[in-house]
């Protein structure tokens, strides 16, 4: 069963944060990603498929995120019926 989460990441003076940097993310992948930059900061908005609980995600993502100078965290989508 796939899942479906967006992953917000933000970066104040980590590496860079593109669609390559996102290249490795684990346990998760990209479908879509929407990305915003000023002077000092970027973000992005990622919609991710995955197929582990939310809470499991979230424990390989920060560790991860983390290491790059990252700040993470995910919310799941809720599938329309």
């Known amino acids: 069963m796939h899942r479906r989460s967006i992953a917000v990441i933000l970066s104040t003076g980590g590496a860079e944060l593109d ?3 996102l290249g490795d993310l684990p ?3 990209v479908v879509k990603a929407e990305f915003a930059r000023s ?3 970027a973000c992005v908005a990622a919609t991710l498929e995955h197929q582990c609980p939310l809470a499991e995600l979230l424990t390989v993502l920060r560790p991860w995120a983390a290491g ?6 995910v919310a799941p989508v809720k599938s329309r019926e």
């Not at 790059?68 to 965290?73: D, E, I, K």
């Open 39 to 41: 002077e000092h900061a």
């Open 27 to 29: 346990a998760a992948r």
């Open 19 to 21: 669609l390559p940097a």
């Open 68 to 73: 790059r100078g990252w700040s993470v965290t």
